[in-house]
């Protein structure tokens, strides 16, 4: 089979994006620095992800496990936040890019929540990619969140102990965007780190040993073109039967 012969591209692509500190370090640089150079290959990648036509597009930006790090990295990395996500609002226009978040607003410094807020707000008419920030993200925290939503809700047809996947999957953080089809991780470590847990469930996983921050256009093609020949079961059977 060819590389592109397979099925079409992911409608929704999620990224560990790690490795910033092993990259800095390789350079003899500081961790932050790192995360500097993390934050332009995150650019490079939503816009080669929007010309490829990807329809969605989640970044795991901070984990709620994340906080655990310095003083001085967390600020670093909120810093970036806040210094570059209101500027790039002519680029999501330029690129129809709408901006979602998912995490949990409310454990965000209130100025970096505004701020998406902000960026959701004025970015909801686009219609291209949706590019989903994970920030303050994490899998069993947005359980915990949509489990405490259906509860206040206090319906799901026929009562909540009657609950379904559906009346869970509703009150998730953003109840309207398809599920992965593919999450990728830079920097080789083989794990989920927290990352889409409920959403994940038969997402296709892709392992890069490069470093976030050398991520190209040509490594999200790499990606795509091997998800593109993956065998899809969701615990059925092959289509050829096999
Ligand atoms: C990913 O890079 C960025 C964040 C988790 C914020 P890391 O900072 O985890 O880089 P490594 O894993 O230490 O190399
Ligand atoms: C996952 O990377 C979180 C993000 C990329 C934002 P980590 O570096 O935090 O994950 P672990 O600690 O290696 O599992
Ligand atoms: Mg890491």
């Not at 989920?192 to 847990?197: D, E, H, I, K």
């Not at 795509?224 to 059977?237: A, L």
Request: hydrophobic letters at 40%; proline letters at 2%.
């Amino acid at each position: 089979m060819g590389a592109f012969s397979g099925r079409g591209i992911p409608r929704h692509v999620g990224i560990i994006m790690d490795g910033n500190g092993r990259w800095a370090k390789r350079h003899g640089m500081a961790r932050t620095q790192g995360h500097l150079e993390g934050l332009k290959a995150a650019k490079r990648i939503v816009k080669a992800a929007s010309d490829m036509g990807i329809g969605y597009l989640t970044l795991y930006v901070f984990s709620t496990e994340n906080w655990k790090r310095t003083a001085a990295e967390v600020g670093f990395i909120m810093g970036l936040v806040r210094q570059y996500l209101r500027g790039e609002m002519d680029f999501c226009r330029e690129n129809h890019i709408r901006v979602r978040h998912a995490g949990d607003a409310a454990g965000l410094p209130e100025d970096i929540a505004a701020e998406i807020a902000e960026t959701v707000e004025d970015t909801k008419e686009f219609g291209g990619m949706q590019v989903i920030l994970a920030l303050n993200y994490g899998g069993r925290d947005e359980l915990v969140r949509a489990v405490r939503r259906l509860v206040a809700k206090g319906a799901a047809d026929g009562g909540l102990l009657n609950a379904a996947e559906e009346d869970i999957a509703a009150c998730l953080d953003n109840p309207d965007i398809p599920d992965p089809d593919l999450i990728i991780r830079s920097a080789g470590e083989y794990r989920m780190s927290n990352f889409l847990l409920w959403e994940g469930a038969y997402a296709e996983l892709y392992v890069s040993a490069k470093l976030w921050p050398e991520w190209t256009d040509a490594d999200l093609a790499a990606a795509v073109g091997e998800y593109r020949n993956r065998d899809r079961r969701y615990g059925g059977i092959a289509a050829n039967g096999e």
